[in-house]
């Protein structure tokens, strides 16, 4: 007789968090002994080149709560997500980073909404500790950003610390587009949805796994995840120029019969002309090359994480 599904699932991506990963694990079964139900704890190790895979073999010998899904290399953050959602047995699924920036305390905050009826319930930084000026303003940016230039309307100043019912489960592993923002898809799937404020702590040991150019790729996986917008700006741009074009035409015939002055003669003003109109042309053709390469990932069809351990994932009712 096969075991009944656990009613919570929390799952926590983990790269190079030796240092962390105890306390976490700490501080989060505290949390679990105070909650109303039984909990699986999904440990996704994502290709992690220091001691957290063994540290993690420990708190399962330990504990039978604890899962651990072990990649055969580094896949990324959101994938790491999308494994743990995959395994997720739970009626209540949470995603939370290891780090402990994500404080575990909040969970019950979180499945207090769930019980008044929500069913993705979002939490929502009113403050982020430990973070550089430049850290701060980049991501304040990005958020007001992808909401201007998103087709979803995507919460400010949210990450993926998040709980998600078992139905938004169902939806979002029918997703499998290798590219992901997956804070962009749980508020693409829909249902009812609702946050709640907490302040973001600092890294409790080690340094960010997050640095620019990890930043920079998980911005472009956003906006070309769900916007359009970079590609009509070719086009907007594209017929603005033309028309700016158009209407210098008799400027410069004006000025030519009436004052004899060469408006745009020389050399000069043509090699400034010819490398503004390449510049803007390359520019263009990076960000269609940006939505094509991504059309060539989704044909190659290949998975989007390997496994080299995990626990079996027994068939349920609801599977897709």
Not at 61 to 84: M, Y
Not at 147 to 173: E, H, N, Y
Request: aromatic share 10%.
């Amino acid at each position: 007789m096969s075991e009944p599904r656990p009613r919570y699932s929390i799952v926590a991506p983990v790269f190079n968090e030796e240092e962390t990963l105890p306390e976490f694990y700490r501080r989060t079964c505290a949390v679990m002994d105070t909650l109303d139900g039984t909990v699986e704890l999904i440990l996704v190790f994502d290709g992690s080149r220091d001691r957290s895979p063994e540290i993690g073999d420990a708190l399962r010998a330990q504990d039978p709560r604890v899962k651990l899904i072990k990649f055969s290399r580094n896949f990324g953050h959101q994938i790491a997500i999308t494994a743990g959602i995959d395994y997720a047995e739970g009626d209540a699924v949470v995603i939370i980073d290891s780090d402990l920036q994500d404080p575990p305390e909040v969970i019950p905050q979180l499945i207090e909404k769930w019980k008044e009826g929500y069913q993705v319930v979002y939490a929502q930084r009113i403050s982020r500790a430990g973070e550089t000026a430049f850290k701060l303003l980049t991501a304040s940016l990005f958020y007001r950003l992808i909401q201007k230039l998103a087709s979803i309307d995507i919460p400010r100043d949210t990450g993926d610390f998040r709980l998600i019912d078992r139905r938004v489960v169902l939806a979002l592993r029918r997703m499998r587009e290798h590219h992901r923002f997956m804070r962009g898809l749980s508020v693409w799937v829909g249902f009812r949805q609702t946050g709640i404020p907490y302040r973001r702590a600092e890294r409790y040991a080690g340094r960010t796994q997050y640095p620019l150019r990890k930043m920079v790729k998980f911005a472009a996986d956003a906006i070309t995840g769900f916007s359009y917008v970079p590609l009509q700006l070719a086009t907007t741009i594209g017929f603005a120029v033309s028309l700016l074009a158009l209407l210098c035409i008799p400027v410069v015939i004006v000025l030519r019969l009436a004052l004899g002055y060469d408006f745009l003669g020389g050399q000069a003003s043509t090699l400034i002309a010819v490398l503004f109109m390449g510049g803007v042309q390359l520019i263009f053709l990076g960000v269609i090359g940006e939505y094509l390469g991504r059309i060539y990932d989704e044909v190659k069809q290949r998975p989007l994480y390997i496994v080299a351990e995990a626990p079996p994932k027994p068939p349920t009712p609801d599977e897709p």
